[in-house]
């Protein structure tokens, strides 16, 4: 069987999402073990002008979601970006996964070419499916992905490439 748009998307943002799961399981033990209250950690962010630690696991779900959704053919679930604790970040990365192991992989079918436009406020972006995936969607995912790893990580959190990469013994 061909390589297709779903194992190019669906995929890398599953396994990076139960990754990020990963992530918050050790920073929330490690704010317990040390009785750091756990919204020094969820409002953590490495500098003034950045996204907090709760709002890149939003945005790195909405990405996820999103993703899924447009190259499906779905409509894209929304979410209150209420969560104010580790479990109830936990619990929309679950909603999430779920969400998107539970798109049927036949309506990706030539999604690699569907027109996927974007409108913000200030601008539009227009893609193919496979540039969406490669040059919007899965750079987004990983950047805030990684920057809720390295917030943690800021905030002494022992977390080591491993953690990230999804390589843990």
Same mark, same amino acid.
């Given at each position: 069987m061909a390589f297709s748009i779903y194992d190019a998307s669906v995929s890398p943002l599953v396994f990076m999402l139960e990754n990020l799961?990963?992530? /918050? +399981? !050790? =920073?929330a033990a490690h704010a317990s073990e040390n009785n750091v209250p756990? +919204? *020094?950690? /969820?409002? #953590?962010? /490495? $500098?003034?002008d950045m996204y907090p630690l709760v709002k890149q696991v939003q945005v790195a @779900?909405?990405?996820? +979601? =999103?993703?899924? $959704?447009?190259? #499906?053919g779905a409509e894209i679930p929304k979410y209150e *970006?209420?969560? @104010?604790?580790f479990a109830e970040l936990q619990a929309r990365i679950a909603k999430t996964v779920a969400f998107l192991k539970g798109l049927d992989t036949g309506a990706f079918a030539g999604a690699e070419d569907k #027109? !996927? @436009?974007l409108k913000f406020p200030n601008a539009e972006f227009k893609f193919d499916g +496979?540039? &969406?995936v490669n040059n919007f969607a899965l750079p987004n995912v990983y950047f805030h992905i990684t920057m $809720? &790893? #390295?917030?943690?990580?800021?905030k002494g959190v022992p977390l080591g490439k491993p953690d990230f990469m999804g390589r843990r013994g």
């Open positions: 799961s990963h992530v /918050l +399981k !050790v =920073g756990a +919204k *020094d950690y /969820l409002d #953590a962010r /490495l $500098a003034p @779900t909405d990405m996820s +979601k =999103g993703c899924g $959704a447009r190259l #499906a *970006d209420n969560e @104010t604790s #027109a !996927v @436009t +496979k540039g &969406y $809720a &790893y #390295a917030i943690l990580r800021f």
